[in-house]
C-alpha cells in the first residue's frame, strides 16, 4: 500500500501518515499559525450542521425540493416548531432556498441551494462512513459498557 493511502494496522484501522495529516490540515494552517486564536473557522459551520436535524434535512432535500408537511412527515421525530428553526437557519446560512408558491392556499417549498449541494457531497460521505462503521462503533460502545461497569 502506499504511503497516500495509509497503512493498515493488526487491529484492521488504517493509519494515516504524517504527510496526509498535514495535508488534511492544510486548510486550518492560518488558524493553527495564529496559536487558535480569534474565531474558529468552523466552529459556526459545525454548530449548524452539527445539530439533530439539519444533516437529515439536508440529506432529505438532498433527494428533491419538499414542501414543509413533506418534511415534517419524512423527518422522523421531528417537531413543526424545530422543523421551522432548522429551515430558517439552513435559509440563513445560504443552503437552503425557500420558494413560496403561488398557491390557494399558499404553500412554501425548500430546496438545497448550490452551497447546500456542495455540502450534500460531504453529508453524504460522512453517512456512508456511518452507515458502514456502525456494527465497529456499536461493538466499542458494548466494550466501552463493559469495562466501565
Known amino acids: 500500500m ?4 495509509g497503512t493498515n494496522s493488526c487491529d484492521g484501522h488504517t493509519e494515516v501518515t504524517p504527510s496526509e495529516i498535514n495535508g488534511l490540515n492544510a486548510g ?12 474558529c473557522p468552523v466552529r459556526d459551520v459545525l454548530d449548524r450542521i452539527g445539530d439533530k436535524w439539519s444533516v437529515l434535512v439536508i440529506l432529505r432535500l ?8 413533506q418534511l415534517l412527515r419524512a423527518v422522523e421525530g421531528i417537531s413543526q416548531r ?13 443552503l437552503v432556498h425557500r420558494e413560496v408558491l403561488g398557491t390557494r392556499p399558499p404553500s412554501v417549498e425548500y430546496s438545497l441551494t448550490e452551497l447546500g449541494r456542495s455540502l450534500l457531497v460531504h453529508i ?26
Not at 2 to 5: D, L, M
Not at 85 to 94: I, K
Request: net charge negative; glycine share 8%.
Open 124 to 149: 453524504t460521505a460522512l453517512t456512508h462512513w456511518a452507515l458502514e462503521h456502525e456494527p465497529q462503533v456499536s461493538a466499542a460502545r458494548a466494550t466501552f459498557e463493559g469495562d466501565a461497569t
Open 2 to 5: 502506499s504511503e497516500k493511502e
Open 62 to 69: 438532498g433527494r428533491q425540493p419538499e414542501r414543509f408537511r
Open 28 to 39: 486550518a494552517d492560518v488558524w493553527v499559525e495564529n496559536e487558535f486564536s480569534g474565531p
Open 82 to 94: 424545530m422543523l421551522t428553526v432548522t429551515l430558517r437557519g439552513l435559509e440563513r446560512d445560504g
